[in-house]
C-alpha cells in the first residue's frame, strides 16, 4: 500500500505557484505591446530611428511627411544636464508624450541636427526640425517655428507640450 502525505505549506506553495501563473497569463493577455507614440505615426506606419549619417536624420523628418533643406541649418553637440531646469522638463515632458525620454541620457554628450521645413502647411514663417542622436539613434526631437511667437511640438502635430 502507497500512503502518501502532503502538508499545508506545500498546498500554499502550489497554489501560490498557480496564482503567479494566472497573472503572469492574465498580462499576456490582456496588456498591449508598448510601442513608442512616434512609432504609431503616422497612418501606423513604422518609424526607423536609425540616424548613422545626415542623410539619414533627413530620411527619419520625411517618415513624417516633411520635406527638408538638403543641408542642416546647424549641427551641434550637446551634453544632456545632470539635472534638468524647469525648461529640460519641459521639453523633456514633450518627448515622453513622442516615446522619448532625454532623463535616460543624462551626462552623455548627443548630437542635435537643425534642418528647415520646406513643406510645413498653413504656415508662411520659417519651421525648424531638431532631431537629437546618441550613437547613431534618434532620441528625441521637434518641429518648431523660428518666430518670436511661434510654435512647437513633437514630429507629429498632434504631439504637443
Not at 548630437?111 to 542622436?133: C, F, H, M, P
Amino acid at each position: 500500500m502507497f500512503v502518501y502525505s502532503v502538508r499545508a505549506s506545500s498546498l500554499k506553495l502550489a497554489g501560490a505557484v498557480i496564482v503567479c501563473a494566472l497573472a503572469v497569463i492574465m498580462l499576456a493577455v490582456f496588456v498591449p505591446d508598448y510601442t513608442p507614440k512616434a512609432a504609431e505615426l503616422p497612418a501606423a506606419q513604422k518609424i526607423s530611428y536609425k540616424a548613422k549619417n545626415e542623410e539619414e536624420v533627413r530620411e527619419f523628418i520625411s517618415q513624417f511627411g516633411y520635406t527638408v533643406s538638403e543641408e542642416p541649418v546647424d549641427r551641434v553637440d550637446v551634453t544632456i544636464p545632470d539635472e534638468f531646469d524647469a525648461v529640460y522638463s519641459s521639453y523633456n515632458d514633450l518627448q515622453k508624450k513622442q516615446g522619448f525620454d532625454l532623463g535616460k541620457y543624462k551626462k552623455k554628450t548627443v548630437t542635435r541636427y537643425t534642418y528647415k521645413i520646406e513643406n510645413y502647411e498653413d504656415y508662411s514663417g520659417t519651421v525648424l526640425a531638431d532631431v537629437i542622436v546618441y550613437k547613431n539613434k534618434v532620441i528625441g526631437g521637434d518641429v518648431c517655428s523660428a518666430d518670436i511667437n511661434g510654435f512647437l511640438h513633437g514630429f507629429s502635430p498632434e504631439v504637443t507640450p
